[in-house]
């Protein structure tokens, strides 16, 4: 049965003699800082000097320093780089300066799951992972609500993990709209499949998929543009809003039976086969090995395989018919 936390359930009182170090002031970074400052934590910020994301830093108040100095002041660490990168600071510069009673905070658990980072013992573990991008996290703080999270105890090495994160999540809002407990392992496998099969995966391919076919029929490239992508946000609002069903009902009834009865004609028995095959990859640890190695060559194939799809036209179209959409320019 699943477990729910709430703001009864969390205590905040239990991050007001401790120092959180950010290391990373990303998107997700920074939305977390901002948050756990105004809920009355001392935050030290670690960001490298020179780069955008640390004159932020710095403009939000901040005074940015190196992984090393922040680890060593900090009493819970969050590590909020890019997967690919976690590894390496915690080596170099967390590792070192890991002390019993310390904490190690994560908002996705890919690293610890396989293996990449090797907490000691005398640490507590545990993740807090916001089910948003981080200037949701922020704004929904500052409305006085909370972006539902995720919360995991992969170590309690003090017996009080499970409340130190809770308390976090609390410092961020997320438990006004609630806490899901977890594990790292599945948070880590759902998180990999669901980009890789749904959301960026198997969404991308479907689109350019939808807009070779119609090309290929004779039809303009910028309406088969609006057809499969333009229209494709109005279509996935309406679900997080009311659920696949309530979507089906504010649609035409022609496209809801259309939904109805040619949908599983796309996501056939096959392709259903093929989804447990990457989810099979993703649980034994083929995918993470795989995208180790490709970061530890300089990213050869990603590189390749990302100009590939800038080239599509559909990519062409797309820049030109964003120009007529004056709603989309900042």
């Not at 590894?87 to 009673?101: F, M, N, R, T």
């Not at 496998?189 to 669901?194: H, V």
């Amino acid at each position: 049965m699943v477990k729910i936390y709430y703001d009864n359930d969390a205590d905040l009182n239990l991050l007001k003699d401790k120092a959180i170090a950010i290391i990373g002031y990303g998107i997700q970074g920074r939305g977390q800082s901002l948050c756990l400052r105004d809920s009355g934590c001392k935050v030290v910020i670690s960001e490298l000097e020179g780069t955008p994301n640390c004159e932020q830093a710095k403009r939000d108040g901040f005074i940015p320093v190196s992984a090393d100095e922040a680890a060593k002041s900090a009493d819970i660490i969050q590590i909020l780089t890019q997967d690919h990168m976690q590894a390496k600071v915690y080596k170099e510069s967390i590792k070192p300066v890991l002390k019993k009673g310390k904490a190690l905070c994560f908002s996705h658990g890919f690293n610890i799951h396989f293996k990449q980072i090797k907490p000691p013992k005398k640490v507590d573990v545990f993740m807090v992972a916001p089910k948003g991008p981080g200037a949701l996290v922020r704004k929904m703080y500052e409305e006085g609500k909370g972006v539902p999270s995720l919360v995991a105890v992969f170590q309690d090495a003090t017996g009080e993990a499970l409340k130190l994160a809770l308390a976090y999540a609390k410092a961020l809002g997320a438990t006004k709209a609630g806490v899901i407990e977890t594990t790292f392992k599945e948070e880590t496998e759902t998180d990999l499949f669901g980009e890789q099969a749904v959301l960026c995966g198997g969404v991308t391919e479907l689109i350019k998929a939808g807009f070779d076919t119609l090309i290929e029929a004779g039809y303009q490239p910028e309406i088969a543009y609006f057809e499969v992508l333009h229209e494709l946000k109005l279509i996935t609002d309406l679900i997080q809003e009311t659920g696949i069903s309530g979507m089906r009902r504010r649609v035409s009834n022609t496209a809801c039976y259309g939904d109805l009865t040619r949908g599983r004609r796309i996501i056939t028995e096959r392709t259903r086969r093929e989804m447990k095959k990457i989810l099979k990859q993703i649980q034994s640890g083929k995918f993470a090995r795989e995208w180790i190695k490709e970061n530890e060559a300089g990213r050869p194939n990603f590189n390749r395989l990302l100009k590939e799809g800038d080239e599509h036209q559909i990519e062409k179209v797309g820049q030109e018919l964003r120009q007529m959409m004056p709603w989309m320019k900042k």
